[in-house]
């Protein structure tokens, strides 16, 4: 099959948007929080909206490729994208805000299920697992770099004679952070462009990429198999964006770092090493058994959290971060393991497992309640226990894998 380079380089690109306009929610939460003025159960409600829709789209956009084009998904997908981010930017409260994030969360969603058989049709099956990898670290690449931006933007917002003076005439003073709302709108126009432009080569999906009809759902259900990974694959997406979020207003909170810098940076840091964590888990997974590697980094993971919520300052700046390390081999082991439990319907199984990303709606709205009523330090322990339960169903699910 030859390569279709310009193709592969475009979702590497949009790979790289996913993630940007992803993974900065976290960073803005303190922020989101005193503009709005907001409970922490208030403020969990946006995350929770972002990826709810994961739940909400996932397997509809899947049925929605094999009726139209694949280019006409990702130009929809931008298209509701750009009104949600517009949205903020020109209304800027927090019902806005709330919906908002709905409408990006279902175009990133949109986005994910149509990206992934056109990697594999445009780079050539042989090379896609390279693929697969270089998309990954283009991702944490991205997720590392959007705080950065963040807290770039919000710095230098008011100096004079650069590009970032225009967006001080647009925003309210007291909420510069909607000026990130204006740059993802201009990205979100920008690609609708640069994909209308585009010539797309014709994607054959697989038998295991083929999404069967609703009665293959009911019948996946069925199988004990696939609802232990399903809740797997929840709480370990509750934990990896749970952590990203609270970051930075548990750093403000209980040892009173500046979110807009040093909060901003520890989430940044957390996305690199969870990038690095990834390259390090696929060598171990080379010389070593998935199951060992898995136990021993989320029981790493959990130690380092520990450290984070009950360390001094200081520990706490190097574990967070350490945190997402050791949470970075759970997702591609967790969905390999499970795509090879069922011996057919991998499609419509991926489209079930990909829903399980709701965890980043779920959990970080947990965190919020007993924020509210017990302390942030007490609702972030619940990562610990939410840990035990992905391990836990892990554990079932692999069983049923290895019988």
């Known amino acids: 099959m030859n390569r279709n380079y310009y193709t592969v380089a475009l979702i590497m690109l949009i790979f790289f948007v996913i993630s940007f306009l992803t993974n900065v929610i976290g960073p803005l939460i303190p922020d989101i929080i005193k503009g709005f003025n907001l409970s922490l159960t208030l403020v969990a409600i946006l995350?929770?909206?972002?990826?709810?829709?994961?739940?909400v789209m996932s397997i509809p956009?899947?049925?929605?490729?094999?009726?139209?084009?694949?280019?006409?998904?990702?130009?929809?997908?931008f298209v509701v994208a750009f009104f949600g981010s517009l949205l903020l930017a020109l209304i800027p409260n927090?019902?806005?805000?709330?919906?908002?994030?709905?409408?990006?969360?279902?175009?990133?969603?949109?986005?994910?299920?149509?990206?992934?058989?056109?990697?594999?049709t445009s780079g050539g099956e042989e090379h896609y697992a390279f693929n697969s990898v270089l998309a990954q670290l283009i991702f944490g690449a991205a997720s590392f770099l959007?705080?950065?931006?963040?807290?770039?933007?919000?710095?230098?917002?008011?100096?004079?004679?650069?590009?970032?003076?225009?967006?001080?005439?647009?925003?309210?003073?007291?909420?510069?952070?909607?000026?990130?709302?204006?740059?993802?709108?201009?990205?979100?126009?920008?690609?609708?462009?640069?994909v209308a432009l585009s010539n797309l080569p014709k994607v054959q999906l697989s038998k295991e990429e083929e999404v069967g009809p609703i009665q293959t759902y009911y019948t996946l259900f069925k199988k004990k198999v696939v609802i232990l990974y399903f809740i797997a694959m929840i709480s370990y997406v509750g934990t990896e964006q749970g952590i990203a979020n609270w970051i930075s207003q548990f750093l403000a909170t209980y040892h009173g770092y500046d979110p807009q810098t040093k909060g901003a940076e520890e989430v940044a840091y957390f996305w690199g090493l969870m990038t690095a964590g990834g390259v390090v888990g696929l060598l171990l997974l080379k010389i070593m058994d998935s199951r060992k590697v898995l136990i021993s980094f989320t029981i790493l993971a959990i130690t380092c959290l520990t450290f984070s919520l009950f360390g001094s300052a200081r520990i706490s700046l190097i574990a967070f971060p350490l945190t997402g390390f050791f949470a970075?081999?759970?997702?591609?082991?967790?969905?390999?393991?499970?795509?090879?439990?069922?011996?057919?319907?991998?499609?419509?199984?991926?489209?079930?497992?990909?829903?399980g990303i709701i965890g980043g709606a779920i959990v970080p709205l947990i965190i919020g309640w007993i924020g509210d009523h017990s302390g942030l330090r007490v609702g972030m322990f619940f990562f610990v226990f939410d840990n035990g339960i992905y391990l836990k169903y892990w554990l079932l699910g692999t069983s049923f894998y290895y019988q």
């Open 47 to 55: 995350p929770f909206a972002f990826f709810i829709a994961y739940g």
């Open 61 to 77: 956009a899947g049925m929605l490729i094999e009726k139209y084009q694949e280019k006409k998904i990702m130009i929809a997908a």
């Open 94 to 120: 927090y019902l806005t805000a709330v919906l908002s994030l709905f409408l990006i969360g279902c175009g990133m969603a949109m986005l994910q299920v149509v990206i992934n058989p056109l990697l594999r």
């Open 146 to 194: 959007s705080p950065l931006v963040y807290s770039y933007m919000v710095q230098h917002l008011n100096d004079r004679h650069t590009f970032l003076s225009y967006f001080r005439t647009i925003v309210p003073s007291n909420l510069q952070w909607i000026s990130l709302y204006w740059l993802f709108s201009g990205i979100c126009l920008l690609m609708i462009v640069v």
């Open 328 to 355: 970075s081999v759970m997702y591609p082991i967790i969905f390999s393991l499970a795509l090879n439990s069922v011996k057919e319907h991998h499609g419509s199984f991926s489209g079930i497992i990909v829903t």
